[in-house]
């Protein structure tokens, strides 16, 4: 999950992968500011085939809160 | 396609990238656009195509979006399509609602930006609220006055940005909600919410009609493709103003692609199509005709539904031909035999039958069209020759077609690089021109000299002494008209020629031509004038003209035979005609100086020509077959 999370922020903020780490947050990448968190809410919500409530979609604050979060909504995916 | 396979494939991209691989890099996003379509994917390939800019032959395209919602994170997943399609598009979004401001404004980012293309993307929820949420608290008459006063707006807005900018505007059409205000009842009288929004709409297009640049596009017709329901989202409208559900934000940015194609000129003029498991289900070669699948029932509806929309698409102006490995006369029997065909073969307007390679094929089909390479779009079911085509034109787009051929017709519909925003006269009949061509290309091209030529041509010429109305004004077009083979240039009016038709002393002849390809109808004109000069029975030549659909074809020679002969029935003992040089007529500068005429007189005016008939003859081209003035007992010459 955690992988797929990072590769997906890299997309979004069009960056390596590797410079993308658990850590990641809008502190650490400059383009990661409240209109491109929308793009990564809906990349998201592509990716794994869910919704985020606005509550949610205010914590999605970096790689690791949206790989636990996602873990606990899709936790069939999280397996894969 | 897995998870495991997309990553792979991403790598691939990367890898390719790094060894400045243009072509691997260029064709593995396109096949990764194909299976993933999310804005992480778009995101991705964006990020790639800007690091290969310069190695693309791209056209780039400045593009503002003016709107009532939130856009952004549309345009990834629009840059990523255009890059793939070669467009390089820039995007200035303007800020939310302030659309008006923007237009009206001479000063405005949005002026400033300079765009190429600006999208009036609106909402109905967003820019009339009170039909949108409130439409049951409306009085009718109410509901559609603030509907004309918006439209009022709105066409304000649209003659103001006329006055600022030429960027191309599209409006979009204003969606209706997905259930009415009023339930059922809604439908049942006439005026609520979905007629008000019709009638919205309907103003919105004879606005754009009215105005020149403006297009419409139709985002009601969108969301309701898609449904309503589904289209929508109301957390996202309501917590960050999107209010399009994320699986349909893709049909958007493809909708919007569909207009920057035909506004920028990246547009395809010519498809070509392979022939088995394409055009119709089977090998001819090996299941013959009547096995080949094609017809109403299913299995053959898959191809009948792909050449319905080939005609479509030749109906738009889309030039259609063959690439496909076959025996020629076979695959030309099948096209012309099978009966459910429904793409009939002049509606072709080049073909390459045989046994060599599709990229040659290709490169004949350009050169015969004469187009560039970029002009084609390929179809064909083999992706061994898709990916043989892509790797040795990439110029050419080469469709991907799926393994199901229920859905090849929705393929060739979704390519944007089809669409067209205007549609002439000339682009409905360029199909038949291009095959009118072809076939009096093929026949000068099998015949080793021109004589060869004339004769493949078969040509009928009919030559008459006018008489009919309809004959009179069709004389009278020519005259009014031709330019290059036109002696005289002299614009004589419909009521002058009838006068001369009458004139016992003139005689005006008209001259039609037929040809084994068709019939080109009246192209020739001629009038001649008898009368006495020093003592001499002298005919002039007032008027002698061919219209340019015929030039080149010796037709000329024979009108002039049939003058001589006419005019030595009747006594005259010389012809004179000037020639008149206009900054068009050159092609028949030399006209009498070829039939053996000598120059009399010569003054600013143009040349006096003169021959005298004292057994003189101009012969009838012996590749004409000649029907010259039947009834009138002059001759009746018929060559073989």
């Known amino acids: 999950m955690l992988e797929r999370v990072r590769r997906l922020v890299a997309d979004v903020f069009q960056l390596p992968v590797e410079d993308i780490s658990a850590a990641s947050s809008p502190d650490s990448i400059e383009a990661w500011d409240s209109l491109h968190h929308l793009d990564l809410v809906l990349a998201l919500e592509q990716e794994f085939g869910t919704q985020f409530t606005p509550e949610e979609i205010e914590q999605l604050l970096s790689v690791e809160l949206i790989a636990a979060l996602l873990a606990e909504k899709v936790p069939a995916q999280g397996v894969a | ?640």
């Open chain 2, 1 to 640: 396609m897995s998870k495991t396979d997309i990553s792979a494939l991403r790598a691939e991209i990367d890898q390719a990238l790094a060894q400045e691989d243009w072509y691997a890099a260029r064709s593995g996003l396109e096949r990764l656009s194909n299976v993933e379509r999310s804005s992480a994917a778009a995101s991705f390939a964006v990020a790639r195509y800007e690091r290969m800019r310069p190695h693309l032959a791209l056209t780039s395209c400045r593009l503002a979006i003016l709107r009532s919602f939130t856009v952004e994170p549309l345009v990834p997943l629009l840059r990523a399509r255009a890059f793939a399609g070669g467009l390089d598009v820039e995007v200035h979004v303007g800020g939310f609602d302030n659309y008006a401001q923007q237009m009206l404004d001479a000063d405005s980012e949005l002026y400033r930006f300079r765009p190429d293309v600006v999208i009036l993307a609106i909402e109905t929820r967003a820019v009339l609220p009170g039909i949108w949420e409130d439409f049951t608290g409306l009085d009718g008459g109410r509901a559609l006055e603030a509907a004309n006063e918006f439209l009022d707006s709105l066409s304000n807005w649209v003659r103001v940005f006329r006055s600022q900018s030429e960027a191309r505007l599209l409006l979009h059409t204003l969606e209706m909600p997905a259930v009415a205000s009023a339930g059922i009842l809604d439908a049942q009288t006439g005026e609520g919410q979905a007629r008000v929004i019709e009638e919205l709409n309907r103003g919105l297009r004879k606005l754009a009609a009215e105005a020149t640049g403006v297009y419409v596009v139709d985002y009601d017709a969108l969301v309701a493709r898609h449904g309503r329901e589904r289209w929508h989202d109301e957390r996202k409208w309501l917590t960050m103003r999107m209010p399009i559900a994320a699986d349909c934000l893709p049909a958007l940015a493809e909708e919007w692609l569909r207009f920057l194609h035909p506004l920028m000129g990246r547009i395809a003029k010519v498809l070509v199509t392979d022939l088995d498991n394409t055009l119709w289900g089977g090998v001819l070669g090996e299941d013959g005709v009547s096995g080949l699948q094609l017809g109403r029932e299913y299995p053959g509806a898959a191809y009948l539904a792909l050449q319905r929309t080939l005609v479509d698409l030749y109906r738009r102006g889309i030039v259609l031909a063959i690439a496909s490995k076959n025996n020629e006369a076979e695959a030309l029997a099948a096209i012309e035999t099978h009966p459910a065909m429904l793409v009939a073969k002049r509606r072709f307007a080049a073909w390459q039958i045989h046994w060599d390679s599709k990229v040659e094929s290709l490169r004949r089909i350009a050169a015969e069209l004469n187009v560039g390479l970029d002009s084609l779009v390929f179809l064909d079911d083999n992706p061994a020759e898709r990916e043989a085509v892509r790797l040795a034109l990439p110029e050419v787009t080469v469709l991907d077609l799926p393994a199901d051929p229920m859905q090849y017709a929705s393929v060739v519909r979704a390519c944007p690089l089809f669409e067209r925003l205007t549609q002439s006269a000339e682009d409905r009949a360029r199909g038949e021109y291009y095959q009118q061509q072809k076939e009096r290309r093929a026949a000068q091209s099998g015949h080793a000299s021109l004589e060869d030529f004339y004769y493949s041509l078969a040509q009928k010429v009919e030559i008459r002494r006018v008489s009919t109305s309809a004959e009179l004004a069709r004389v009278a077009q020519l005259i009014g008209k031709t330019n290059q083979f036109n002696l005289t240039t002299r614009r004589h009016t419909a009521v002058e020629v009838a006068a001369y038709a009458d004139a016992a002393d003139w005689d005006v002849y008209s001259t039609e031509v037929s040809d084994r390809f068709g019939d080109n109808g009246i192209v020739g004109v001629a009038m001649v004038r008898r009368g006495e000069r020093a003592g001499q029975r002298v005919a002039e030549i007032d008027t002698f003209l061919l219209s340019c659909r015929v030039i080149g074809r010796t037709v000329e020679d024979a009108m002039l035979h049939v003058l001589i002969e006419d005019c030595r029935r009747q006594g005259i003992e010389r012809m004179v005609g000037w020639f008149v040089p206009t900054a068009k007529n050159k092609p028949a500068e030399k006209f009498y100086a070829r039939h053996g005429f000598h120059e009399l007189e010569q003054t600013e005016a143009g040349t006096l020509w003169a021959l005298d008939l004292d057994g003189r003859m101009i012969a009838c081209p012996a590749w004409i077959e000649l029907r010259a003035l039947a009834g009138a007992g002059v001759e009746e010459v018929a060559h073989a």
